[in-house]
């Protein structure tokens, strides 16, 4: 079946970075992109930004441009999400979510999320 | 931006019906899409291109888009139908979220 598994909680200092990872298995990688959306503790989604697997473009949300980097390794079928420079604001759970490749999709399906927490 | 509004809590006796309202401007002109979130968990895709079901969505889930509102609807309300959901869609070259209401089935 249609997977994504994402990588472990972690707990990081303000000013550092934390990189998440995106394992995708069941479909063809190449041919879909990925989202990434985070939630913020008993708050709404948040759209990040999207990268497409098959020629690595993104598209960032302009409040992260600067402070977001997405990749990915089709060798591995994997997403990566890194975040630089984090703030206590930075404090949620970061989900994967497979998108559209070429235009704009649907989220389907989405990873289990992974709760980065930013605290001195 | 574009802003989607939706009310924040929503509630409705078990068996009946309940609507989900997600406003905004010439949104009937976007395609709309519908997620549920269950607490602790990820959110489920529930409707996509305003009135579609993925597989394994029950046909009580249906949705409606026009004008300036997309209505999600669940029909024959159970328990197991408790959950935030959200509405999203396309503009501007970015995602956009709702505020997303929670559901309460009385």
């Known amino acids: 079946q249609v997977q994504l598994v994402q990588s472990g909680a972690e707990v990081k200092k303000p000013g550092a970075s934390v990189k998440v990872s995106c394992k995708a298995s069941?479909?063809?990688?190449?041919?879909?992109?990925i989202s990434w959306v985070r939630q913020a503790p008993g708050q709404g989604l948040e759209w990040m930004g999207w990268?497409?697997?098959?020629?690595?473009?993104?598209n960032y949300a302009q409040k992260l441009q600067g402070r977001v980097t997405m990749t990915t390794d089709t060798s591995t079928s994997t997403a990566y999400m890194e975040l630089r420079s984090l703030r206590s604001d930075d404090t949620a759970v970061y989900y994967c979510a497979r998108d559209g490749n070429y235009f704009p999709g649907w989220f389907d399906p989405w990873g289990q999320g992974t709760l980065v927490t930013v605290s001195s | 931006s574009y802003e989607l509004t939706q009310p924040l809590s929503v509630s409705v006796a078990l068996g009946q019906t309940a609507r989900i309202t997600c406003g905004g401007n010439n949104i009937g002109s976007k395609n709309v899409h519908w997620y549920q979130q269950k607490p602790g968990q990820a959110p489920v895709l529930v409707i996509y291109?305003?009135?579609n079901r993925p597989s394994g969505i029950p046909e009580r889930f249906s949705g409606s888009n026009s004008g300036n509102t997309a209505t999600l609807t669940i029909s024959r309300a159970q328990a197991g139908d408790e959950a935030d959901y959200y509405c999203?869609?396309?503009?501007?070259?970015?995602?956009?979220f709702g505020g997303g209401t929670k559901l309460t089935v009385l």
């Open positions: 069941g479909y063809t990688f190449t041919s879909y992109g």
């Open positions: 990268i497409s697997a098959y020629n690595g473009n993104t």
């Open positions: 291109r305003d009135s």
């Open positions: 999203q869609v396309w503009d501007s070259s970015m995602w956009v």
